[in-house]
């Protein structure tokens, strides 16, 4: 990867401190059906309140296909630096640079679109934009990667993506919506969901360093816009999350290269009415060995009205956050900068006194 320059390595050091190890729930998810899988969407419930985190086991995805497609990943990013940029616009590519308003880390990707053709480039051939591109211009399959590397990661993600579904059909269960308990899943699975499948390489910390130097930044703070995201990794460490409270000390995530981790988002937050927690994250660069994660983003259809469902409402019946089309939201999200809430602008509390701040004449 190419080497900081000065600013950049301003930006993204971080101080030597190493947090606790997070206390990661598990959900079995092949817990058979009874006492069992009652226990198991109950455990499900309590970490999306907790965390907006768990680890899931008994997933069902072969780990020869998800070691292969990471095996053929780490060929690819292994690949001279100006091979890799020429793929920038068939495997979204990209290097140090994340979204496209200023955000960097020790990290380079491939981001690709999901679509029912399998794992495609967003129309824009700019690397550092592409799921807000999407917005604009959708997805293209003419440009579409082919090869091995292509081919696994479209096996992978089908796997993955049925697997995100049985962990939303468990939450629904989990969550008590008996008749609407398909809504979830069908989020993330119909033909025009927007689902995204994210590859990250974070390389050791770089030699030009030298001994003493600070701790680097591989994906800065944030949470995850969609709702939600199914992670696993080559079993180094790095991942870390914030813990509930004031203050949000961070943890880290004992890596597991067999099980698969989940993050509530965004969405599954709003679509709670706040009950499950949108967890914020990032990651470290472990100092010796490199981290490659693969990430599977289940967002919904582009004109999908987000709201909380009527059966999460709770006692008051009040809603926490104004109706917006995820096209709304991500368009909102793509004007941030990674680590800024954006969820704040559609609770309803918060715009509520920006209006009347306005009505007084003193809105910034
Ligand atoms: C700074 C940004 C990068 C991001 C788009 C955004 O404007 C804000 C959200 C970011 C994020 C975080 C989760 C995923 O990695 C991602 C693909 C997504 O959907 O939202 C990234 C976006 C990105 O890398 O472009
Ligand atoms: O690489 C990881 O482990 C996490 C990456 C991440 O949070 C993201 O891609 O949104
Ligand atoms: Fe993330």
């Known amino acids: ?3 900081l320059a000065k600013g950049e390595l301003e930006q993204i050091a971080l101080p030597a401190a190493r947090p606790p190890a997070a206390d990661v ?5 092949s817990a058979p059906a009874g006492p069992a899988r009652e226990a198991a969407a109950r455990a499900l419930v309590a970490a999306c309140e907790e965390h907006g985190f768990f680890r899931v086991t008994g997933h069902g995805v072969p780990v020869e296909l998800a070691r292969a497609a990471e095996a053929a990943a780490a060929g690819f990013f292994a690949r001279p630096q100006g091979e890799k940029e020429e793929e920038a616009p068939t495997l979204g590519y990209g290097s140090k640079s994340i979204g496209g308003n200023g955000d960097l880390g020790w990290v380079e990707y491939l981001l690709l679109g999901v679509t029912p053709a399998g794992a495609v480039p967003v129309a824009s051939a700019s690397s550092s934009t592409l799921p ?9 399959s003419s440009s579409a990667p082919t090869g091995p590397l292509r081919d696994l990661l479209d096996e992978y993600t089908v796997a993955v993506r ?3 579904c049985a962990v939303l059909e468990l939450m ?22 927007d689902c995204m499948l994210r590859v990250n390489h974070y390389p050791p910390r770089p030699d030009q360093l030298g001994l003493g130097a600070p701790n680097l930044t591989g994906f ?16 180094t460490s790095g991942l870390e999350i914030a813990l509930p409270g004031a203050g949000g000390a961070w943890a880290s995530v004992p890596p597991d290269r067999d099980a698969f981790f989940v993050n509530v988002g965004d969405t599954l937050q709003v679509l709670t009415n706040g009950r499950f927690r949108s967890v914020r994250h990032r990651v470290v660069v472990n100092s010796e060995r490199s981290r490659v994660s693969m990430v599977f983003f289940g967002g919904p259809p582009p004109g999908e009205r987000l709201a909380p469902l009527p059966q999460l409402l709770g006692d008051g019946r009040r809603s926490r956050y104004r109706e917006f089309t995820w096209t709304e939201f991500k368009a909102s999200g793509c004007r941030t900068r990674l680590g800024e809430d954006r969820l704040s602008r559609f609770e309803i509390a918060s715009s509520k006194i920006r209006e009347s701040l306005a009505d007084e004449g003193m809105a910034q």
């Open 172 to 193: 629904a269960e989990g969550l008590g919506l008996g008749a609407g308990a398909g809504a979830l899943a069908r989020l993330v699975t119909r033909d025009d969901s």
């Open 220 to 235: 800065g703070a944030h949470t995850d816009p969609q709702v939600i995201s199914v992670l696993r990794s080559n079993g």
């Open 132 to 140: 807000c591109a999407a917005v604009a211009g959708g997805y293209s």
């Open 1 to 3: 990867m190419v080497v």
């Open 25 to 29: 729930r598990s959900v079995d998810l």
């Open 162 to 164: 049925r697997m995100a």
